[in-house]
């Protein structure tokens, strides 16, 4: 008898905890994500420059270019609900890898703080295209860590090399971070000469649910590295 209870415990306690051990459906539907977001560095930068200006761009043989981005319909999706006939999405999808923006027209490195896009709510793509130098001044980039701030009035979303880093649930820098606040995405761990680094920003213009008679304005961007 006293075997018998013990076994009937030990079954009770393995019945109690089995559902500790399985992913619920939530967790279970959502893929692991192929670049996981990183927090930027609090510490002071070993190396900063300035995407905004000449020097800053040619110091990465890069350019700016842009485009307004579109809200386009279509039809609802297959399980949308009864009386939902249509969906909304965004045209052209620029953050994807390989992207062709060699039609878009350039922006000077200054022209970022222009104000851009026809106000109320309002998209745009900011693209350029990084080959990291083997020198920037005295400083030399091999094994610094690159992160890139993108400020931008009103939000933002950083797309790296064709994808947003994120994941639900945690920080993700990548994403919207608030009402004008900057974006602080680590680009590399760790970079060498000639590495290549493809960014599109997409510009919002905020609060989106108040379609603000403004603009939308680029604040600051800039490469810094950390050793």
């Known amino acids: 008898m006293r075997t018998n209870n013990v076994a009937g415990l030990i079954a009770c306690a393995a019945l109690a905890t089995a559902p500790l051990t ?7 539907q959502a893929p692991p994500p192929t670049s996981p977001p990183q927090i930027a560095p609090a510490l002071v930068p070993a190396n900063v420059v300035d995407l905004m200006t000449a020097d800053g761009m040619t110091a990465f043989g890069a350019q700016w270019k842009h485009m307004e981005a579109k809200i386009v319909e279509g039809p609802a999706l297959p399980a949308a609900m009864p009386g939902y006939k249509t969906s909304y999405d965004i045209s052209p999808h620029a953050g994807e890898k390989g992207f062709d923006d060699s039609s878009w027209p350039t922006i000077e490195a200054k022209g970022l703080t222009d104000r851009r896009g026809g106000g109320k709510v309002s ?17 030399e980039t091999a094994g610094a860590k690159m992160v890139l701030t993108a400020y931008v009035d009103d939000y933002a979303e950083v797309w790296v090399n064709g994808e947003m880093p994120r994941r639900a649930g945690i920080t993700s820098p990548a994403t919207i971070q608030g009402f004008n606040i900057p974006n602080r995405v680590v680009l590399a761990d760790s970079v060498k000469a000639g590495d290549k680094v493809q960014i599109a920003i997409f510009g919002i213009n905020g609060p989106i649910s108040v ?9 600051q961007a800039s490469i810094e590295f950390y050793k």
């Open 22 to 28: 399985f992913a619920t459906p939530a967790s279970a």
């Open 123 to 139: 998209f745009l793509w900011y693209r350029t295209n990084l080959t990291v130098p083997a020198k920037i001044g005295n400083f």
């Open 211 to 219: 379609a603000p008679s403004n603009f939308v304005f680029f604040r």
